[in-house]
């Protein structure tokens, strides 16, 4: 076939690019190599707009032992253990098939795990939709919501890892562009772990695990553009999974690598067969050189661009030790699943591909994987932002807080995300320490003492407002969740969701997002370990919300967990951290400002990271010194609503604010750094809040069944806390099955 | 002497159970791949939660038919213990080891929850450490968990006081709140909630040791 320009057009490759390539093959390349070299260079694959940048993320660090560049980060916790995480994107297919594109969005990410050895023990999901009500799109956003959700479930429940917390968050810059950002953790021997990177000139390469099809054709290539009218017929580009056969993957691979006859594995994700040869070749300095025609294949007449390009799921790629290839094969016979020899390994570094009996390709793996195009887009501008700097005119009052507040906790952010989590599974394997519904997720490891934390945090109206600081933001928010379950914060991974980075407005929200993360994650001692870009998140247009989210692990010692819940009738509450500082500019950017204005203006609220590491330090030793009855961080909503998420149907508070400061800032105010607690001893409560250097008010005691806020002068809020918990529990099932509207 | 786990394809609560039982109950427990003809020399069997076989075509429908599946029948006939928890209950049922038949959940979602659990009897070695109306808390994990089975069906399990745990609050509109059932002989315990996430003080429950603790009273060479 002659390439042509609209060929390459629709290859998405430009023309430099396609003479880069001619140049580096010396010679025009055949449409099979077309087909691979805009998969393994698209930006999914190559990271080109991000790759310059993501270079100032910290990787180092004390307890890394592999950070970027493999299928997953892994640390080291101790006693020959080491934990393997990372989070990946499934935004685009998740909106043009909601349940197949959630549901392999998390079947890709688990294979990256145990592809390194590790045994997934946990996942964690930060969603973002559209709104569910009051917009055109509002029924099909609900549909989407449902499909993310049950996708999610269908495969992570059926492989047996429990699904333990996440976030969800809706605005209308998801509407057509929803975010489906998932986490997972494995662990294993430090001595266990594997590695992508193929070597021994003779080795066997062995293709492992489901049938190839014709599914996910070009998936990479999709998310790596922006949507239009045509997307909805990508449907066919979207991957179908069946978590079965990953569990059955997993099982056999861990087995399989026991026998020692593994020299390396990657798994088959985005670009399938072709990046994951490639990778693995490039990585070695070696060659690939493979039959397709020994490939298993689930459909007939498929040609090699089909073979190569398809990203059927749950599929591996491993090389195994000359002359043991039995040993490999044994293994999966016995999960009655493919394993076959497609290739060998070779010393002249190219990725050989033959399809009967003919070379269908013939490409340096270098020049796929590493010789990719990295550009430095422009970004010289201010970041995109069209929302107002100075608060309205009329500054924010309010003649009914308690209104407001039953709003607020009632909201789609705000509100309980039980109807979505009591969907996944998140017990099973019995180590689930805290689950969904937390600060941050907890998970023992049965072998050793210790357990791991984690927590997902992205804010996208604190980033539109500001990347750089809502990015520091999102680091802070992650590492106290952590340091409020009493974890220590050790590594990072980070989804950088965001629109066309071509736009150079886009392109600067990226760059100070990624330095922004840099910083806070450089200061926090949490260096990123690995992690996704996701650009192009845009339709007809209209781009998202900057959104990087971050993930964080901490470590800690096993241990009964400090619920968020107030425990004790008569205990003392008080706010670490004080009661925070806000105005008029910086309340633009609350859940108050969202849900009662239906405004977004200003900034998003002043971090000073010392003063937030200093609060991690205090609650920590007031953990350790075991006087917490329950603590629980303040985020989106502030103390009002962090108050109320406190409240069990028995137990409320009666709390009094300062005189003089404007309610609606202390109540409703966006102040990070601050964490509302019960302790059984408050002197020494103060003691230790004191020796940080932390301001730690009394605001307050635990009282039966009401929540009361107030100054001295004014009652402010009285309810009853079954009413508050009603407000908080019904209002997504009740957004979720609203009437068409 | 020991429990016998059964491992299916697709099985993912079998460490669960063997953890249980080896680590929290200081019991002994191994393994059984589902291809095995035999069971060697267990003195109770468990099924384990899990999607076995992928639960394609109905939950349970294959696992039936896996060469395991008959040493656990012969084994019940004799009179062996058979504990089959949540995915372990609908084999059960399709090996037609227990009456009735587990449907989707009414709301058709799957639900994992903490529930509570009225013991409805306490003859049967799997409840005899356990007193008659105590309530457990046992978390649920399930898509199909809706326990049906018709009048006549349950009035004789009721008229056999072989209802062996109902739900206080029926979570996925099951049969007369049934949560568990007995077999005739009394020997074969299918049930719905996992008592094996409900050991360990860390998971927030230890509800479901009692069950353990009573087959371990009923079977003493399974204690170590």
């Known amino acids: 076939m002659t390439i042509t320009p609209e060929l390459i057009e629709q290859h998405q490759l430009t023309t430099a690019e396609y003479e880069k390539i001619v140049s580096l093959l010396g010679r025009e390349p055949s449409y099979t190599e077309l087909g691979i070299f805009s998969v393994m260079w698209s930006e999914h694959c190559s990271y080109k707009s991000s790759r310059i940048h993501l270079k100032k993320l910290p990787t180092k660090g004390k307890y890394v032992v592999q950070g970027p560049g493999e299928n997953a980060g892994i640390i080291g916790i101790g006693g020959g253990w080491v934990v393997a995480f990372k989070i990946e994107s499934h935004n685009h297919p998740s909106y043009i098939e909601p349940f197949q594109g959630a549901a392999t969005g998390v079947g890709g990410i688990l294979r990256d795990i145990f592809t390194m050895g590790a045994r997934p023990i946990a996942v964690m999901d930060s969603l973002r939709f559209g709104p569910l009500a009051g917009v055109p799109e509002a029924e099909h956003n609900r549909r989407i919501v449902s499909g993310v959700v049950s996708g999610i479930a269908h495969y992570g429940n059926c492989f047996g890892v429990p699904t333990v917390g996440g976030e969800t968050i809706f605005e209308d810059c998801y509407s057509a562009n929803p975010l489906v950002n998932v986490f997972a953790l494995g662990v294993c021997k430090e001595n266990e772990v594997f590695y992508a990177k193929a070597s021994g000139v003779g080795n066997p390469v062995i293709y492992v695990g489901a049938k190839t099809g014709r599914d996910g054709i070009h998936g990479a290539s999709m998310a790596s553009a922006e949507f239009t009218e045509e997307s909805k017929q990508k449907r066919p580009n979207v991957q179908v999974g069946d978590p079965f056969l990953e569990k059955l993957l997993l099982e056999a691979c861990i087995e399989a690598m026991k026998t020692g006859a593994i020299v390396a594995i990657q798994d088959m994700g985005a670009a399938g067969l072709t990046s994951s040869s490639c990778e693995m070749g490039s990585r070695g300095g070696v060659g690939i050189d493979i039959d397709l025609d020994k490939v298993p294949q689930r459909e007939t007449g498929m040609t090699a661009y089909e073979m190569l390009l398809s990203e059927s799921q749950e599929r591996m790629l491993i090389v195994a030790e000359k002359g043991r290839e039995e040993e490999v094969f044994r293994v999966f016979r016995k999960w009655g699943l493919d394993a076959v020899t497609i290739g060998v390994v070779t010393p002249d570094g190219k990725l050989r591909v033959r399809h009967h009996g003919q070379v269908m390709a013939e490409i340096p793996n270098p020049a796929l994987a590493d010789e990719a195009p990295k550009y430095d887009r422009p970004h010289n501008t201010k970041p995109h932002r069209r929302a107002p700097l100075d608060p309205p005119a009329a500054l924010p009052t309010s003649s009914d807080y308690a209104a407001d507040l039953l709003k607020l906790v009632g909201s789609a952010d705000l509100c309980s995300k039980r109807w979505i989590w009591e969907q996944y599974d998140y017990m099973v394997r019995t180590n689930t320490v805290v689950g969904p519904g937390s600060d941050a997720a907890v998970v023992r490891l049965k072998e050793t003492d210790q357990s791991i934390a984690m927590s997902l945090d992205g804010n996208g109206r604190y980033c539109y407002l500001d990347p750089r600081e809502g990015a520091k933001l999102a680091v802070a928010e992650c590492c106290r969740n952590l340091a409020t379950a009493g974890a220590v914060p050790v590594a990072a991974t980070n989804n950088l969701n965001f629109g066309n980075p071509e736009r150079p407005e886009i392109m600067a929200q990226l760059v100070e997002a990624i330095e922004g993360i840099a910083e806070a994650c450089e200061f926090f001692e949490a260096p990123i370990t690995g992690g996704n870009v996701s650009l192009y998140n845009e339709t007809l247009g209209e781009g998202i919300y900057p959104t990087p989210v971050l993930g964080i692990i901490g470590l800690m010692k096993t241990a009964q967990p400090t619920p968020i819940h107030f425990s004790s009738d008569g205990a003392p509450l008080l706010l670490l951290g004080g009661f925070g500082e806000c105005d008029a500019q910086r309340f633009g950017a609350t859940q108050y400002a969202k849900v009662i204005q239906g405004q977004l203006w200003g900034l998003p609220p002043r971090l000073d990271m010392k003063a937030e590491k200093r609060v991690h330090d205090a609650i920590r030793a007031m953990l350790d010194a075991g006087i917490v009855e329950s603590a629980h961080d303040l985020s989106d909503g502030g103390l009002a609503v962090t108050l109320s998420e406190c409240c069990t149907p028995e137990l409320g508070a009666k709390v009094i604010l300062p005189e003089g400061a404007n309610p609606l800032f202390t109540l409703f105010g966006e102040a990070p750094s601050r964490i509302l607690l019960t302790v059984n001893d408050a002197a020494k409560a103060a003691q230790i809040a004191a020796k940080f250097g932390v301001d730690c008010p009394a605001i307050g005691a635990i009282m039966k069944e009401r929540l009361q806020v107030g100054t001295d002068r004014q009652m402010l809020i009285d309810f009853s806390t079954s009413g508050l918990e009603q407000a908080f529990e019904t209002a997504l099932p009740r957004l979720l099955q609203a009437q068409h509207d | ?224």
């Open chain 2, 1 to 224: 002497m020991k429990a016998g786990v059964i491992v299916f394809p697709g099985s993912n609560c079998d460490h669960d159970a063997w953890y249980a039982v080896n680590e929290n109950l200081h019991g002994r427990a191994e393994f059984i791949w589902h291809d095995s003809p035999k069971l060697g020399d267990v003195d109770a069997v468990i099924l384990p939660g899990g999607f076995s076989y992928g639960d394609y075509l109905r939950c349970g429908a294959i696992a039936r038919f896996s060469p395991v599946m008959q040493a656990v029948k012969k084994f019940a006939a004799d009179g062996g213990l058979v504990l089959g928890i949540c995915n372990g209950f609908q084999i059960l049922v399709e090996a037609g080891l227990l009456p009735g038949a587990l449907l989707r959940n009414q709301e058709l979602k799957f639900i994992c929850r903490e529930v509570k659990l009225r013991t409805e009897t306490t003859a049967s070695p799997f409840t005899s450490k356990l007193t008659k109306s105590q309530i457990l808390r046992i978390p649920i994990a399930h898509g199909e968990g809706q326990y049906f089975a018709d009048e006549r069906t349950l009035d004789q399990l009721e008229a056999d006081d072989r209802v062996a745990f109902r739900y206080l609050e029926n979570p996925n509109g099951s049969a007369r709140d049934i949560a568990g059932i007995l077999n005739e002989g009394r020997n074969v315990l299918g049930m719905m909630p996992h008592p094996e996430r409900a050991c360990d003080p860390l998971m927030g429950s230890t509800d479901g040791l009692g069950i353990f603790e009573s087959i371990l009273n009923a079977v003493p060479a399974l204690a170590k």
